[in-house]
């Protein structure tokens, strides 16, 4: 399960300070109250860690070609630092293929820089900015125009600047972006109440929120727009196939379908698309019955995969299925059920009787690989080793693979390049009081082109980092060869970049890696509910 209770305390808090001002005389005007994570600059709520305008402190701006990165500037991705001033030594006239006096040279005034040599002109297709070329549709410094610079973590795609991945924060209602390569992330958003899931739909971002609504916000800098929609209970998962949208809730036990209005592309420059949000219209519903709870789905040609969780103390049958809706002739319609193994074939533990209850699914070689948790029907910990189901889908043939030792609880599978990628979440111990006192057997692991494990990355505390939150595997997003790990218990992102057949840990917990990216900041219990890779162009 992705959701969980907000922390025990705070709405009586708050209740509380109000009844005293209304009983007390001569309490403060606060004024803006800022959610975790962010500080009052103002009359506004700012993220000080990552925000070019208030990098560290209220006030302290950043330079042309700088981001805010850890409270402190410093030079945006694909910019050098030449002195005081951080420039891209491909296009700059003054430090032409590297720092003018360590490798680079000054070009002459009838000269343009091009691909980090001085020469005549600028090659058809390249845009001169102050005798610089550059390539509008990547350039950080120079993105759509001439001095317009991605700043905030933020890159340049398709002439705009954005985010390359994008994480939602259940517990603060917040978003945060973040620039793949560098890791560095961007200001963290309140958009929601209790975001589950985003998607990207041309220059809007669609954040999923668990108070039944499609929230929409402005891809360049999640600034909320008036533009949302509503959805079912329990909202877990949005996929985009423009011009639709298919949500899945899991308590209605549906898939709900609505249609983008107006034309592909509208009229205008492309940051000036649905300024006001996009206009969606619910066109069609599909039930696939009570104590169904649909988790997860998967795009196939005219196919959507979806897995069937089941309740497990309503129904134990209810679960472990998966089933085709046919997307044809625009009349969703389930076409098809599989059911998954179940009994002695999922290995219970001793003294287990176990279901598959299926999360994660992903297309990948022509078949269908979903995450099994093998849970215990009634503990809801895991009754088995974690494993995977490899569905055939003109045939019908399912088989399983065994995850090994390192794994318990699969929950999300991806691919990466030819190679695929299954998080782990464990197997979670509490107290009396509902306190996380330990994790076992949470991780990432590979599987090679033959659907062989070949790599395990355990998530976990390295005794050498001094005070570590619980880590916990939940979803994660693939950016060429690296992944980004959400952490459901103490808000931070994972990454991990496949090199060959071996899992390396870039930022997480281990000694020899940098810190985790702190994505959720929340004292407590902090989810990272989704970990999304934004489409590269429109």
Request: glycine share 12%; with cysteine; net charge negative.
């Amino acid at each position: 399960m992705n959701a969980a209770p907000l922390p025990p305390g705070r709405h009586v808090a708050v209740l509380v300070s109000l009844l005293s001002c209304l009983l007390l005389t001569g309490c403060p005007d606060e004024g803006v109250v800022c959610s975790e994570g962010l500080s009052r600059c103002g009359d506004t709520c700012v993220d000080l860690t990552s925000e070019s305008a208030n990098c560290g402190e209220c006030g302290n701006t950043c330079g042309t070609g700088q981001l805010c990165a850890q409270s402190a500037c410093r030079c945006q991705q694909g910019a050098t630092a030449c002195g005081d001033a951080c420039v891209d030594t491909q296009s700059s006239p003054q430090h032409c293929g590297g720092c003018a006096g360590e490798g680079g040279k000054v070009c002459q005034p009838f000269e343009v820089c091009m691909n980090g040599d001085c020469q005549g002109s600028c090659a058809e297709g390249m845009l001169q900015c102050s005798n610089g070329c550059i390539n509008p549709a990547v350039s950080n410094l120079h993105c759509g125009a001439c001095d317009n610079a991605c700043g905030d973590a933020r890159s340049c795609r398709g002439g705009v600047c954005t985010y390359d991945v994008v994480a939602t924060c259940f517990n603060t209602g917040q978003v945060v972006g973040i620039q793949s390569g560098s890791d560095f992330k961007g200001p963290n958003t309140l958009v929601a109440s209790s975001p589950q899931s985003a998607a990207r739909m041309m220059n809007v971002l669609l954040v999923l929120d668990s108070t039944r609504k499609l929230v929409q916000a402005r891809l360049s800098d999640y600034g909320v727009l008036p533009a949302r929609n509503d959805t079912g209970r329990a909202p877990n998962q949005v996929l985009v196939l423009d011009p639709y949208l298919y949500i899945l809730n899991s308590s209605d036990n549906t898939l709900q379908i609505l249609r983008r209005e107006g034309d592909p592309i509208p009229p205008g420059p492309r940051p000036s698309h649905y300024p006001d949000g996009i206009p969606l219209t619910d066109i069609a519903s599909v039930s696939f019955g009570a104590n169904t709870n649909p988790f997860a789905m998967a795009w196939t040609g005219n196919d959507l995969w979806v897995t069937l969780y089941g309740n497990l103390l309503g129904d134990p049958s209810a679960g472990g299925r998966v089933v085709r809706v046919s997307l044809a002739n625009n009349e969703p319609t389930v076409v098809d059920t599989i059911e998954l193994p179940s009994g002695a074939a999922l290995k219970p533990f001793s003294g287990n009787t176990t279901l598959s209850t299926p999360t994660g699914i992903a297309s990948h070689h022509g078949k269908l690989y979903v995450a099994l948790n093998n849970l215990n029907p009634v503990t809801y910990s895991p009754g088995g080793p974690g494993l995977l189901a490899r569905i055939d889908p003109t045939s019908r043939a399912v088989d399983l693979i065994d995850l090994g030792e390192g794994c318990l609880n699969p929950s999300s599978v991806a691919p990466v390049g030819e190679q695929l990628l299954v998080s782990c979440g464990g197997k979670a111990t509490y107290d009396s009081d509902f306190k996380l006192l330990s994790v076992e057997r949470s991780a990432l692991v590979l599987l090679d082109a033959q659907d062989r494990v070949v790599s395990t990355a355990p998530i976990q505390c390295s005794p050498g980092i001094g005070s570590c939150p619980i880590p916990a595997a939940g979803r994660f997003a693939v950016v060429g060869n690296r992944s980004y790990l959400g952490d459901t218990n103490g808000g931070r992102i994972f990454v991990h970049e496949v090199v060959g057949s071996t899992l390396v840990e870039r930022r997480g917990l281990l000694d020899t890696s940098e810190p985790a990216i702190a994505a959720c900041p929340a004292s407590g219990f902090s989810l990272v509910s989704d970990v999304v890779a934004l489409d590269k162009q429109y």
